[in-house]
């Protein structure tokens, strides 16, 4: 079983950097795959990132590819979403989520998901 609780949301200005955390409770956050995912109003939830458990791969989408990284820190039961040069679209609320299964770019991979924090970034 794992909890998540993200936080680090805000409001920035396009060009600014943001850092999302997502604290994760449970004896095993490491056997777990993390992915983040964002949803704007009136929009499907849009797959982000993902990292495997030990941390040896990541996958990007690319709509954040060279702008956001992702990272874990298994010993503080946290992983982290770094976002610099944001821009007006990536308005949404973040989502952080683990999943037992080694690929994690979809939705129902996902066994567990966080309650979101809002990041706003304006023109």
């Known amino acids: 079983q794992v909890q998540l609780v993200e936080s680090g949301g805000g409001l920035v200005q396009a060009g600014g950097s943001l850092r999302l955390s997502c604290a994760a409770s449970?004896?095993?956050?490491?056997?777990?795959?993390m992915g983040w995912f964002r949803q704007a109003p009136g929009k499907e939830r849009e797959f982000l990132t993902y990292?495997?458990?030990?941390?040896?791969?990541?996958y990007y989408a690319d709509s954040v590819k060279g702008r956001f990284t992702i990272s874990r820190d298994n010993a503080k039961n946290t992983g982290y979403l770094q976002m610099n040069s944001l821009k007006p679209e990536d308005t949404a609320v973040y989502y952080c989520?683990?999943?037992?299964?080694?690929?994690?770019?979809?939705?129902?991979?996902?066994?567990?998901w966080g309650q979101g924090t809002q990041v706003t970034v304006s023109s």
């Open positions: 989520a683990c999943a037992l299964a080694r690929d994690g770019w979809r939705r129902n991979d996902y066994d567990y």
């Open positions: 449970g004896r095993t956050f490491s056997a777990y795959t």
């Open positions: 990292i495997w458990g030990s941390g040896a791969l990541t």
